[in-house]
């Protein structure tokens, strides 16, 4: 049996600043470790990894502590810029599921009233809040 192997050899140009960004504010925020994230990314070598979290990290690698050096207003814009286009992503895919779960009320109705009208009974209760009353089986002995 012959495996095909399913290996691209990428460059950083490859991968945009904002994938890179999102990758070292996830491993730095202790959501992903370096190995889930090349997994989960697709990304080959692990040194890619630590290299961005060099580059753009907080950390400083010389003294092994956390920087606090404010970053540039560059690295700030272009984390924002992610953010917003990260954003404006989940705001189309909630603007979409509200459309469609307008259009499945808008078509159950439909189907209420069509049923209605039909076979002649009434699907809908009118009944004021308060006044419904627990089904209760009957014949059945307690």
Not at 15 to 28: C, D, F, G, N, R
Not at 29 to 48: A, D, F, P, W
Not at 55 to 84: C, H
Request: proline share 4%; hydrophobic share 30%.
């Amino acid at each position: 049996m012959e495996e095909q192997s399913d290996y691209v050899k990428r460059t950083q140009k490859d991968y945009t600043l904002s994938l890179k960004l999102q990758i070292v504010k996830a491993i730095e925020s202790g959501e992903l470790s370096v190995t889930e994230s090349r997994k989960k990314y697709g990304i080959q070598s692990h040194s890619t990894v630590l290299c961005w979290l060099r580059k753009y990290g907080n950390f400083d690698w010389e003294n092994q502590t956390p920087s606090n050096m404010p970053k540039t207003p560059e690295q700030r814009i272009m984390e924002l810029e992610a953010k917003v286009k990260l954003l404006e992503k989940q705001k189309a895919q909630l603007e979409n599921q509200n459309h469609i779960s307008d259009s499945k009320a808008i078509i159950f109705d439909m189907m209420i009233d069509l049923a209605e009208k039909e076979y002649n009974i009434d699907i809908r209760k009118n009944l004021p809040p308060g006044q419904s009353k627990p089904s209760v089986k009957k014949g059945s002995k307690a």
